[in-house]
């Protein structure tokens, strides 16, 4: 209840606080009722900010590391996908319970991803509720630099990193009643940002986003954006042999095409950009495939290996449905 | 579920982006991947994050538009805290169902509050859950100028501003299953965060904190911090007219040196800065009292007007107790 005092949530901060790694620019992290971060002179913040909940944004049966990791790596690809450099996060933790053990997993998949990017943990609460992870990440981008979704343009090519369909293959079998296949419930659990990719592309692309909810409809935001349109080569999207391996036809178009949570980034740029994002892909370990244009029709047209135009099945999914 | 997208959500967010202001300093607000941000040169960034859980951190009769308002007020309170002007702040929102009228109550009272101190909302999220608001708060403090817990000194006079206690007395009342006193409820529900008055006090103060889980609790943290003890007049704790006719003795004691949610500032400073610290008030509108001293002797000790030690009750309360 309000007016409740923070007893027990200073002992999980506080074993959270001791695991925390630090930055030179961080002049105060966890402990103060703010923290003081320095911005170097002509760099834009980036400040990007998710919330996870239980049953919504992923399963239940999710283990806890998995969930600390998540619950960074949608924020990080968000930066990601502004060309931004992650320095600094907070994390805000509803918890039903102080359960020690559930936090130490937690902890442990979210510092792991944040250590891997060079990113501080400087500052957030504990509280009790239904459990819930609500982390705000601050990345570092040139001054004007940033990848926005306004930005593609008439003849742009359109691009995406890595494979797309892993997740909403792994979430179908899950929601079926059925054990999903390791190698897309990885997918689905431990999403990958590509961060130092999306580094890379700051000074190379146009526009930029993530595919968090789907490829058509991210794609279809960046388009209304920028005042244009987009065909998609549809069945030239990239899969992973997993997902080649069990879906084929409508069944992969559809998860490959509006399928959430891979996390990839989709980006539009010049035709005569590809052979410096191909460089920049190789040079990162990160796979990027030309998968359309972008037209001066509005819309987003998915495009068939026989030329006809394909239809899907929804054009995403929607929280509140 | 994981791997649903955001249809219903893009229209909630849409529904508070045509609402915002903005300021020079945000290149890019609501509706891209991140929001982009210009720090001053000369400047430290001061970033609070604070989440409301229903039931938790406000009652559940708590009407929206003051659950906007203490949302966004509670990490003001942090950056005054902090000696910081505020800027930005996200606001990621979870809300069991798309209630339209909900949401336009409670973005009332969040943009009232943000419009009084010049704060630009530049990003966010809607998710479906239960009701819970996270915000993150950012503020810009002279480069080495923010106001920390650890800095307080021996010989230190303490302050405090405004009055304390309505909030926990108002929670009592509720608690006992009455109806709150509306002058104390307002404490309760639309707490003002010391901002200007905190901007002021950044050249003046030693070590400063937010009254949010009493008083006594909170000098603690201070004086841990600092490495000093403190000794405060309980029998000069600044009272409201509302609480005053309400409450005496231990029971008033009790609500003003161990009640929560007052998000008045407690702060530190030399005696030759008494002066300049009552102008600073003046010039605010805050009222600022004198409650005790800082000394070498750790702890803090209560001290009753009869010149006893006055022991609480509790040392605060405890979420997850």
């Known amino acids: ?93 509803s918890l039903p319970h102080a359960d020690e053990a559930w936090l130490d997993g937690f902890v442990d998949g979210f510092l792991q991803l944040a250590a891997q990017h060079g990113v501080a943990l400087v500052g957030g609460d504990t509280t009790r509720g239904p459990l819930s992870v609500c982390v705000t990440a601050h990345g570092l981008v040139q001054h004007g630099g940033g990848l926005r979704r306004d930005a593609a343009r008439e003849g742009d090519d359109i691009w995406v990193t890595g494979t797309l369909g892993d997740a909403a293959a792994a979430l179908a079998q899950l929601q079926a009643g059925g054990v999903a296949d390791p190698a897309l419930r990885a997918r689905l659990d431990l999403p990958e940002p590509r961060v130092a990719f999306g580094v890379a592309l700051a000074p190379l692309a146009h526009a930029c986003i993530d595919v968090s909810d789907g490829l058509l409809q991210d794609l279809g935001h960046v388009c209304r954006a920028s005042g244009v349109g987009a065909e998609v080569d549809v069945d030239r999207l990239p899969a992973s042999p997993a997902l080649a391996a069990r879906s084929s036809g409508d069944t992969l178009r559809g998860e490959q095409a509006c399928g959430g949570d891979d996390y990839e980034l989709c980006f539009t740029a010049p035709p005569d950009a590809a052979g410096a994002i191909a460089a ?30 394909w239809t899907p099945p929804r054009s995403g999914y929607a929280h509140f449905a």
Chains 1, 2 share one sequence.
């Open 280 to 309: 920049a892909a190789k040079a990162t370990g990160t796979a990027a495939t030309r998968i359309g244009r972008i037209v001066d029709t509005p819309g987003v047209a998915a495009v068939r290996a026989d030329g006809g135009t």
């Open 1 to 93: 209840m309000t007016g409740s005092g923070r007893g027990a949530e200073f002992e999980l901060i506080e074993r959270i606080r001791v695991r925390v790694s630090t930055r030179a620019d961080v002049l105060l992290g966890i402990g103060d009722d703010a923290a003081l971060l320095r911005v170097p002179e002509g760099h834009d913040l980036a400040v990007a900010t998710d919330t996870l909940n239980a049953g919504v944004h992923f399963p239940h049966d999710t283990i806890p590391s998995a969930i600390g990791w998540k619950a960074l790596a949608v924020n990080l690809s968000d930066l990601a996908a502004m060309g931004a450099r992650p320095a600094w996060c907070t994390l805000s933790l």
